[in-house]
């Protein structure tokens, strides 16, 4: 095993696959007994305290000199990340020998965060425990959360980062009728947009994994805009010269909790590092720029009218109720929706 293959991937996902997280609500409960299961070599320790004093553990192994950093659920209820690290854990531990394995750890030291916002996942929110959107928080740094991950960022020195998080059913891939499964981004690092070579390098290793997902999910594969976001993590972890890859997982075909997209995630994220740790360089970008844009055409459900004249869609709300995670249906817009698909679909008899 030398490359990471499709064919290897999917016959052997269901061995690989971490199936003591699963669903969409993840919380520190749920992921520290797998703390002691781990590879031998994955140290793991707590880098720090939330603002309700819940651990932000850290996990760190590799002994080679290309350096990554990995995050996920910076938004507490975007949990698909997690659960695809675990995999990806869960392959080191089970292939130790391969070659895919050897190389990572001989080129590359790795630090995981696996939760970075113990306390939104707890209560399924996307902010911390004081309101704050940690990926809006990057230049301010008014969250607790967002200052311990700023603190390994500038300890670690990182030449790529990861940045986990999930989208919502909303997003479709441009040109196609399909959702955006898994989605890039590339960031930009000021308001022009330069192709700087740091993003260059950026999408390189989004072009390794999408040439990857492209085999399995064709045309499921979105790139958001690129639009300058100033406070936002990865345009200033990219600007300050640590290329950061943001992730985006999104919706599959009846995947509501995300245990599909989970699975394309982590070969994502396989490839993604394998590449890191084999290349020779990090030029061939182009590629990137040919992925097809994410677009808002999406709902969760539409009842469609003759003429499409009175057609009516809806978007399943997330909540946890009662101490489970719960979807509810919720009317979101009336008319004309022609220009819209859905994931699900129903003719009115009128
Ligand atoms: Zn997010």
């Not at 996307?126 to 309101?131: A, E």
Request: hydrophobic share 35%.
């Amino acid at each position: 095993m030398t490359k990471v293959t499709t064919t290897f991937l999917e016959d052997n996902y269901s061995k690989i696959k971490e199936t003591k997280i699963s669903g969409r609500w993840i919380t520190l409960k749920d992921i520290k007994p797998l703390f002691d299961d781990l590879h031998i070599s994955i140290n793991f320790n707590i880098a720090g305290k939330s603002e309700e004093d819940r651990d932000i553990y850290k996990l760190k192994f590799g002994s080679g000199e290309r350096r990554i950093l990995i995050w996920s659920q910076m938004h507490g209820n975007e949990s698909t990340g997690t659960k695809a690290v675990f995999d990806f854990l869960n392959f080191i531990k089970l292939y130790p020998d391969s070659e895919i394995v050897k190389s990572v750890l001989d080129n590359c030291e790795l630090i995981i965060v696996p939760l970075l916002n113990p306390d939104g996942a707890e209560v399924y929110t996307r902010v911390n425990s004081n309101n704050i959107d940690l990926n809006r928080d990057a230049v301010d740094l008014k969250a607790k959360e967002s200052k311990v991950l700023r603190k390994i960022l500038d300890g670690f020195n990182p030449d790529f980062c990861f940045n986990l998080h999930d989208q919502r059913t909303i997003f479709g891939v441009e040109g196609t009728n399909n959702p955006a499964t898994i989605s890039f981004l590339a960031p930009s690092e000021e308001e022009t947009r330069e192709i700087t070579k740091g993003r260059k390098e950026t999408m390189n290793v989004i072009v390794a994994m999408n040439s990857l997902l492209q085999q399995l999910i064709p045309n499921h594969i979105g790139r958001y805009t690129d639009e300058f976001y100033p406070t936002a993590t990865g345009d200033n972890f990219q600007k300050l010269g640590h290329n950061t890859i943001l992730i985006e997982a999104g919706h599959f075909p009846d995947d509501y909790e995300r245990e599909i997209v989970r699975k394309y995630n982590f070969y994502a994220l396989l490839q993604g590092i394998h590449h890191i740790s084999i290349a020779d360089n990090f030029k061939n970008h182009t590629s990137y720029l040919a992925i097809p844009n994410n677009i808002k055409n999406f709902y969760d459900v539409i009842y469609r009218s003759k003429n499409n004249e009175k057609d009516v869609a809806y978007q399943y709300a997330e909540k946890v109720e009662n101490g489970k995670f719960a979807l509810a249906l919720t009317k979101e817009k009336e008319g004309n929706l022609s220009s819209y698909l859905a994931h699900k679909e129903f003719n009115k008899k009128q």
